[in-house]
Structures are given as C-alpha cells and as structure tokens.
T-cell receptor, first 114, second 116 residues
Framework: AQSVTQLGSHVSVSEGALVLLRCNYS??????LFWYVQYPNQGLQLLLK??????LVKGINGFEAEFKKSETSFHLTKPSAHMSDAAEYFC????????????FGKGTKLSVKP | GAVVSQHPSRVICKSGTSVKIECRSL??????MFWYRQFPKQSLMLMAT?????????EQGVEKDKFLINHASLTLSTLTVTSAHPEDSSFYIC????????????FGPGTRLLVL
C-alpha cells in the first residue's frame, strides 16, 4: 500500500532563508507526486507535480521539487522564503491509472520569521 | 484554468437540519469529483469519490445515508449532510479532475460547517 511521510509537522525559517520540506513515499510502482499548499481557511492549491520526464520540477511561487527514485523522496525547496509562504504544505502521491486517488501526508506547517 | 468553486463558503445550522454544499468545476468537465473532510490541524480525509452519472463510492466508516453525494452533471457535485449534529462540524473540501487535465486533482476553497 502507498504511504506518504512528511518529516516535521512544523518548520520555521527566517525570511530570506532556504525552505526545505521533506517528503518520502512508499509505493510498489513509480507514482505521480504532488505538492499542495493550504492557506488558513482555504482549499488546497497545486504547487507542482511530477508525473514523468525531468525529475526536477518547477512550480509556482518559486518552489521546486526533485523526484529521487533511489531515495523515494520528493522534497520541496525554495531558495529564499517570503512571509507570504507561511502556510500548510501537503505532499501527496497517486498511482498511475488509479483515477487520480491521492494519498496525503500529514502536512507540514511552515512559519516564516521576519 | 482548472478552477473549482464551492458554495457556501461558510454555513451555520441547527442540529437536526440538513445542509447542502455545492462543488462546481468552472472551466473544465469533471468526470470525477472527490469529497474530503478536514479536522483542525490535520490532513484531509477522503469521504467519497463520485463519477458523473454513477453512485458515489464511500470510504470505509463514512455513512452514505448521512452524507448524500450527487454528481448529476460534468460540472456539479453536491454533498448533503442530513440531520446534522455538532460532531459533523468540520471543513469540507471538494476536488475534481477531468480531461484534458489528466490525473491531477484541483481543489475547491472549502466549506466551513458549524452545527449548533
């Protein structure tokens, strides 16, 4: 069965610092991988996704993630944090052909200090 | 593209009444829609999956008579919480996927339900 692990339920960085949010998955087949962001009292917004092709994926708001099959990881990074990046971030996977059913991680809350 | 709306964004109701939440795909045809429930500071819990024109498939532990889902068209799905009780208070989020978007779910803004 697929599962997603997000290390660190809460990450705090200073404004301008590197953001690194970790995501590891377990899957019997190479999955599709997603990062979503959720601002307070809002739905989820797609940041980026990996399906096939280039393993380094660039998303919105300056975020990117790299699919590393050997490490079964899909960590999310941003070189320089902004105050507006403070939110909850969810990593999710789906198995190709599963009609898009998502398995979510538990989420990581990102705080950005001035 | 890929915009999903929900209505209402917030609803307060009395215990014992029913509440309907609408989920619409505004610029694509949603062959599949999903309904999630999210408790404070937790991840999303999938409640059910609905395909247009078919009965919804409910996850284990979700009462189908309590949470009625209808997906009558390619742009609209509704979730009706019947005989709501305070423990049904939660944040409900829908998502949709369809062609040509592939297997990526796009989420609505969520509906905050408070049952008094």
């Amino acid at each position: 069965a697929q599962s997603v692990t997000q290390l660190g339920s809460h990450v705090s960085v200073s404004e301008g610092a590197l953001v690194l949010l970790r995501c590891n998955y377990s899957s019997s087949v190479p999955p599709y991988l997603f990062w979503y962001v959720q601002y307070p009292n809002q739905g989820l917004q797609l940041l980026l996704k990996y399906t096939t092709g280039a393993t380094l994926v660039k998303g919105i708001n300056g975020f990117e993630a790299e699919f590393k099959k050997s490490e079964t990881s899909f960590h999310l990074t941003k070189p320089s944090a902004h105050m507006s990046d403070a939110a909850e971030y969810f990593c999710a996977v789906s198995e190709p052909g599963s009609q898009g059913n998502l398995i979510f991680g538990k989420g990581t809350k990102l705080s950005v200090k001035p | 593209g890929a915009v999903v709306s929900q209505h209402p964004s917030r609803v307060i109701c009395k215990s014992g009444t029913s509440v309907k939440i609408e989920c619409r795909s505004l610029d694509f045809q949603a062959t599949t829609m999903f309904w999630y429930r999210q408790f404070p500071k937790q991840s999303l819990m999938l409640m059910a999956t609905s395909n247009e024109g078919s009965k919804a498939t409910y996850e284990q532990g979700v009462e189908k008579d309590k949470f009625l889902i209808n997906h009558a068209s390619l742009t609209l799905s509704t979730l009706t919480v019947t005989s709501a009780h305070p423990e049904d208070s939660s944040f409900y989020i829908c998502s949709a996927l369809g062609q040509p978007l592939g297997e990526t779910q796009y989420f609505g803004p969520g509906t905050r339900l408070l049952v008094l």
